[in-house]
């Protein structure tokens, strides 16, 4: 083993540990970081995916702990290892008990059990003062709904302390209780005009606000790796745990290479998230009723976004097809195909709530599309397209409705995270939104997270270097490939966009949908 090595003086290389957690696939990276390089080097990826029991939906974190220190003993054994930092994504949660155990598996955020917790929470708290104080869209799966939907659970009556995933996992590795502020605040528990957990509004609700922890800033060391833990698990010791953008999204807007600040972003992967980044909340009444949200990111900014379902739904299909059996339908081959697929033939509302559960994808698509008017995809090949149109469509929509309720004009939009690895989809967002598009980096969570943690340690040593998001931002531009989409003549002027636009406005008007 090579061991922990020292943090070089300013100028010398860092190599940090980076946990990047997704829904479907985890995955850890090394990443070496000095004044002129940014070098990312994944050495181990696993599955995920919630596990179902009897009529609940988990996540199998025990499992996840197993393979995030398999992935931290790689990094080690490979070279010096200097940090260690965790992102994943946000709203589920782990309750410990007073002895610090874990009372059974998280719920995965996809589980039913939040079903018409909304409309119960809204007898108690107007959706108003709920998105004034949180400034949330109000998403039926948050962490305030799950804790609700909780009431009256042993685990939660027996609950001393409430970690989101990240900060159960680095728990796990320190001893250190805490929740960092990104992902607190997106679990509608965080009061964003005061910075603190909204303790009135659990109060109200007959909430324990008693198992909140402590809040922690991104870029902030939590604590030394357990030497109890770094012996079992052949982690070298006292290397320092940082506390990251813990909510992946805040992650990857860091590893947003833009070089102005008139940019919009979609961090797409599993979530689309389509928005910008701002100064200040937007926190009027145009806002909830348009049901965008304000998260905090990392040096005090704030990602105004909306939360479109995603690839989800595509990974869902290609998992539907693969159990049938269905020849040519890897995403390679599909993707050749849609793009001579016709254009906007069919869309569907993406956002839908039955699209959010796993299951049969594909025949879920046909349903929105027969009860929408729309031509129903009978293939895979026009399932795809009608996937990534309708993706595009709502890009456009929610990009449009961000700027305009923000009063920002933006000159490019940065699409980052795995999707931006789909040139097709790209080139869709390109023509929809009538804006250049520039892809890429795939893995501007994982780099997000790295450069987080090298600004914190090197400040550890009184080094200024990565001071601020332009700088780690010019590092990624200096360092990494992105491609550029331009929006095709033929989509230009948007007529086509515009006229599949008011045949989904028209379905969404009719479900009373149509901020959604």
């Known amino acids: 083993m090579t061991g922990a090595g020292r943090a070089g003086s300013s100028g010398s290389a860092l190599r940090v540990a980076a946990v990047d957690q997704g829904a479907t696939s985890g995955r850890i990276m090394a990443g070496t970081v000095s004044a002129r390089s940014l070098h990312l080097e994944e050495v181990h990826r696993f ?20 393979e995030v220190l398999t992935g931290i003993r790689r990094v080690a054994e490979t070279g ?8 994943s994504w946000a709203i589920d949660y782990g309750l410990l008990d007073r002895d610090g155990t874990l009372l059974g598996n998280p719920y995965s955020h996809r589980d039913a059990r939040t079903e018409g917790v909304a409309a119960k929470v809204a007898a108690t708290v107007d959706p108003a003062r709920l998105h004034a104080t949180t400034g949330l869209q109000d998403l039926p799966f948050s962490t305030l709904y799950q804790l609700v939907a909780a009431q009256g659970t042993a685990a939660l009556e027996s609950a001393e302390h409430l970690l989101l995933l990240p900060d159960l996992l680095a728990y796990w590795l320190t001893g250190t209780i805490g929740v960092e502020r990104t992902n607190a605040s997106t679990t509608a528990l965080y009061d964003l005009t005061t910075g603190d957990w909204a303790r009135d509004l659990m109060g109200d609700l ?37 506390a990251v953008g813990s909510h992946d999204t805040a992650s990857a807007v860091v590893g947003v290479p833009a070089d102005t600040d008139r940019f919009a972003y979609i961090s797409s992967g599993t979530w689309s998230l389509v928005g910008l980044e701002l100064d200040t909340p937007v926190l009027t009444e145009a806002a909830r009723r348009a049901d965008f949200t304000n998260e905090g990111g990392v040096d005090g900014t704030v990602r105004f976004l909306k939360n479109v379902m995603g690839l989800w739904v595509l990974s869902e299909c290609l ?12 995403l390679v081959a599909l993707l050749a195909a849609a793009e001579d697929a016709p254009a906007l033939r069919t869309v569907v509302d993406i956002n839908d709530p039955r699209l959010l559960p796993p299951g049969d994808m594909p025949s879920r698509i046909r349903e929105l599309a027969a009860e929408a008017g729309e031509p129903v995809p009978t293939t895979p090949v026009e399932v795809t397209r009608c996937v990534l149109d309708s993706l595009a469509l709502a890009y456009r929509r929610h990009l449009r ?75 990624i531009r200096r360092t990494h490939e992105l491609h550029r989409f331009e929006p095709t003549p033929a989509a230009r002027g948007g007529a086509d966009w515009d006229a599949a636009e008011r045949r ?13």
Do not use: Y
Not at 80 to 87: A, N, S, T, W, Y
Not at 210 to 239: D, F, M, N, W, Y
Not at 505 to 516: I, K, P, S, W
């Open 319 to 330: 998992r539907t097809w693969a159990d049938q059996r269905l020849e040519n339908t890897g």
């Open 401 to 475: 409705t961000a700027l305009e309720l923000a009063g920002r004009e933006v000159d490019v939009v940065h699409v980052v995270g795995g999707g931006s690895q789909n040139h097709l989809l790209c080139q869709l967002t390109a023509d929809a939104t009538g804006l250049p598009v520039l892809a890429g980096p795939s893995e501007a969570a994982a780099l997000g997270n790295v450069l987080v943690q090298a600004r914190a340690l090197l400040q550890e040593q009184g080094s200024t270097e990565l001071a601020d998001l332009a700088a780690m931002r010019s590092l």
């Open 504 to 516: 989904l406005a028209e379905v969404r008007l009719a479900e009373g949908r149509l901020g959604t």
């Open 80 to 87: 010096p290892l200097h940090g260690i930092g965790i992102d």
């Open 47 to 66: 599955p995920n995916g919630g596990v179902r029991v009897r009529d609940g939906l988990f996540w199998d974190v025990l499992g996840i702990h197993r």
């Open 206 to 242: 007959g909430l324990p606000w008693s198992i909140l922890p402590p809040l922690r800033e991104p870029g902030s060391i939590i604590g030394p790796v357990l030497s109890e833990v770094g012996r079992h698990a052949g982690i070298p010791k006292r290397v320092p745990v940082v």
